[in-house]
């Protein structure tokens, strides 16, 4: 990857009628990355990625995008830069077709948006007036028009809200083509399978910071549970001597079933005093930890 970043946040910050809303946030994204933004609501996601686009002039940090100031060059940066936004709008008797064709005309070279009108569902509503449209066709058109000039950086904000499951999956397939024709991708999302699939690094956002930022693999290892153990004991068990179990983050026992969250060191250890005991474990599960417990568990902890 190259030295210099195609994207570079450093200590931005903004606030909404002296409340503080983006609060010295900081990240960099590497040409070629698909680089994913998560966070409740709330937590200045979209105001993060609207100054990144020079739709928010921050009060103080840098943005740079290609090295150019979105703000101050927003006219270069609207030339490498393409947008899906989080709430957006067309004129309500607007076609498909003439949207497509409106947005191509704002670039030099843009591409032939038809290969991309077929790969989003949009072929057979190219004469549908804007209005007409469903949220999920909305969606889809919104995504073609971020893409039509063939942008070297694209910031997609809740990408796949209102698609249907097929139509989502579809449209990760798509952002993965684009990434690997050399476009950058910059990902504000809700959805924790489409960040786990999609992002090679993620930033969690919470209150207006970055609570933590690395590969979704390594979230899911900082995880407090980063292993699930659930069984039902045949005989009970020591309350003492499961509390002493190393490393373990919480344990619960509820209609006579033990579940635990750890390490695998946890699970060994488990295994250990069972047999210890001479206690059986029935259904016994053993599941690895998900996006989502180490999302819930970063933003917890900020709490």
């Not at 590497?30 to 996601?45: R, V, W």
């Not at 804007?130 to 073609?144: D, H, M, N, P």
């Not at 995880?223 to 004991?233: D, E, H, K, L």
Request: aromatic share 4%.
């Amino acid at each position: 990857m190259p030295d210099t970043p195609v994207i570079e946040v450093t200590d931005l910050r903004k606030s909404y009628a002296g409340r503080t809303v983006v609060d010295g946030v900081s990240f960099a994204v590497q040409e070629g990355e698909i680089f994913g933004i998560l966070g409740p609501n709330g937590a200045g996601k979209t105001t993060t990625v609207e100054c990144v686009e020079g739709l928010r002039v921050p009060d103080a940090g840098r943005v740079r995008v290609t090295g150019l100031d979105p703000v101050a060059d927003h006219e270069r940066v609207a030339r490498v830069l393409g947008a899906q936004l989080q709430q957006s709008e067309l004129q309500p008797k607007l076609t498909v077709r003439e949207a497509l064709d409106l947005y191509a005309a704002f670039h030099d070279r843009p591409l032939d948006w038809r290969p991309l009108a077929e790969r989003l569902g949009l072929t057979d509503r190219l004469t549908t007036r804007f209005a007409e449209l469903s949220g999920g066709q909305k969606q889809r058109l919104f995504i073609a028009l971020a893409l039509v000039g063939d942008p070297r950086v694209v910031v997609l904000d809740e990408l796949t809200t209102g698609l249907d499951p097929r139509a989502r999956r579809d449209t990760w397939q798509l952002i993965e083509d684009v990434r690997a024709g050399g476009v950058t991708v910059l990902l504000v999302t809700h959805f924790m399978e489409e960040a786990q699939r999609l992002c090679d690094r993620i930033a969690v956002i919470d209150r207006g910071r970055v609570a933590a930022l690395d590969t979704p693999e390594g979230l899911v290892r900082r995880s407090a549970g980063a292993t699930g153990i659930s069984f039902t004991p045949s005989a009970p068990l020591d309350e003492t001597a499961l509390a002493a179990l190393p490393p373990l983050a919480r344990a619960e026992h509820k209609a006579g079933r033990v579940t635990l969250s750890g390490t695998d060191e946890t699970v060994n250890a488990v295994i250990t005093l069972l047999a210890r005991h001479h206690i059986t474990a029935h259904q016994l599960r053993v599941t690895d930890a998900t996006l989502d417990d180490a999302f819930l568990d970063l933003t917890e902890a900020a709490r």
